[in-house]
């Protein structure tokens, strides 16, 4: 399934937590390498949860389904659902207040681990070199981060990960306006490399991590793991 992109649906359904448990997981580490669905299910995380903490009604997501494939024309049916709702959809979230913030203006990409083809941040003169700062009971991580505001990157490398199954390491990316933007942390023998690069790079305030529950979660829930202050 890594190779292929999972079903509109069946994000949704993993968004709500109505996927088995089975499929939870297999969406959960196809997300960890697609772009394209994390995207997808990024978007649905900011419509169901953002402006409401309450469970949306059952049938909601049923109505909104069939509603905007109703109205979707056969040549728009490979877009990205969530900005291709039609009006009558887009009615029936305001209704219950599920609103989109401007999660898609965030302008960078992201690579993990083997994705990283280079790094030469890390020669960069101009990077400066900082360094993961473990919190609470976690001592043994331990790693580095190089950021360069001019090439506008970002690389964490990070070791001492405690291998877990039923949940997943989250990154946090604050900015100096205090929005937060949440990355899901591959591990590997527990080490993580994460490359950021984009605009918003020298924007950055904050980068810190920790436990979530699998998939993710849309702001920090679970007990911090690190943090790499940027600006004094």
Known sequence: MSSKHFAEEALIDFVLGEAPE???????????????????????????????NAQPPA?????????????RSPRKKQRTFVFGLSSAAAVFLLLF???????????????????IVTANIQNNPQTEQLSVIPVADFNDIK????????????LLEVDGLADITDKDYQLWVIYDNDEIKGELLSTVN?????????????????IKASIEPLGGSPEPTGPETFVVPLKK
């Open 59 to 71: 049938d909601l997501k049923d109505k909104i389904w069939k509603e905007a494939m109703t109205k």
């Open 97 to 115: 207040g599920l609103l989109m913030d401007n999660h898609s203006n965030y302008r960078y990409k992201v690579a993990h681990n083997d994705d």
């Open 190 to 206: 527990g080490t993580s490399r994460i490359l950021i690069k984009g605009n918003d790079v020298p924007q950055f305030k904050i």
């Open 22 to 52: 089975d499929r939870q997981h297999e969406i959960s580490k196809h997300l960890e390498k697609c772009t394209k669905c994390r995207d997808i299910t990024d978007n649905w995380i900011e419509v169901f949860n953002q402006q409401t």
């Open 143 to 154: 790693g580095r981060l190089w950021i360069n505001g001019m090439s506008q990157e970002l």
